[in-house]
């Protein structure tokens, strides 16, 4: 069974500066992907960011960028230029290829300083 | 394109009764797959289904169970509820789900308090 991990259950950063948000993972298999989710304060869960485990780059979505270390098993997500809208709970997620079902980290807790 | 909808939106029930919550996919979505949010828990994975079939199914209680109709909506139902059960229902639905990767999308939720 695949298990995600996400250490920091807080962090905040202040505005306009950069935070990244560690995530591991578990698995034996060879062909994955993962998935940072976002979920706002009473709002719902948005995806920020997805990255196939056979492409070796990493991926990025305009202020969002991830380290994907595959040997590692690790899969971290940068935040630049934080903004206050960036105040979330964030979720490291974990899909096996042929899988039905998201895998979750138990999340951070993200506030940006104004 | 409409998002994920589900009803409804809050529910309060008393142990022992049973619930039924509703799901209706991104419009060309064919796969819909349900998870429990708890504070303690965090998201765990209930069931998914695509083509009305179930596919996968998490680890929770035969009180758990959960349908899609040929239109893509799914309903899940909780049976004798118990306190436990309180938590946020979220469904989402993905394109076929599975093979490749499929980005899935939430919907709000069902936030469901057991009395």
């Known amino acids: 069974a695949q298990t995600v991990t996400q250490s920091q259950p807080e962090m905040s950063v202040q505005e306009a500066e950069t935070v990244t948000l560690s995530c591991t993972y578990d698995?034996?298999?060879?062909?994955?992907?993962l998935f940072w989710y976002k979920q706002p304060p009473s709002r719902q869960m948005i995806l920020v960011i997805r990255?196939?485990?056979?492409?070796?780059q990493n991926a990025t979505e305009n202020r969002f960028s991830v380290n994907f270390q595959k040997a590692a098993k690790s899969f971290s997500l940068k935040i630049s230029d934080s903004q206050l809208g960036d105040t979330a709970m964030y979720f490291c997620?974990?899909?096996?290829?042929?899988?039905?079902?998201?895998?979750f980290g138990k999340g951070t807790k993200l506030s940006v300083i104004p | 394109k409409a998002g994920v909808t589900q009803t409804p939106r809050y529910l309060i029930k008393t142990r022992g009764q049973q619930v039924t919550l509703s799901c209706s996919p991104i419009?060309?979505?064919?796969?819909v797959s349900w998870y429990q949010q708890t504070p303690g828990q965090g998201l765990q994975f209930l069931f998914e289904?695509?083509?009305?079939?179930?596919?996968n199914k998490g680890n929770f209680p035969g009180r758990f169970s959960g349908r899609q109709f040929s239109n893509s909506r799914s309903e899940m139902n909780v049976s004798t509820l118990e306190l436990g059960d309180s938590a946020l229902y979220l469904c989402?639905?993905?394109?076929?789900?599975?093979?490749?990767?499929?980005?899935?999308?939430f919907g709000p939720g069902t936030r469901l308090t057991v009395l």
């Open positions: 989402a639905s993905s394109l076929v789900g599975g093979l490749t990767g499929d980005t899935q999308y």
């Open positions: 990255q196939e485990a056979y492409k070796q």
């Open positions: 997620a974990f899909s096996g290829a042929g899988s039905y079902q998201l895998t």
């Open positions: 419009s060309g979505h064919r796969s």
């Open positions: 289904y695509f083509s009305e079939t179930q596919r």
């Open positions: 698995t034996s298999e060879s062909n994955y992907y």
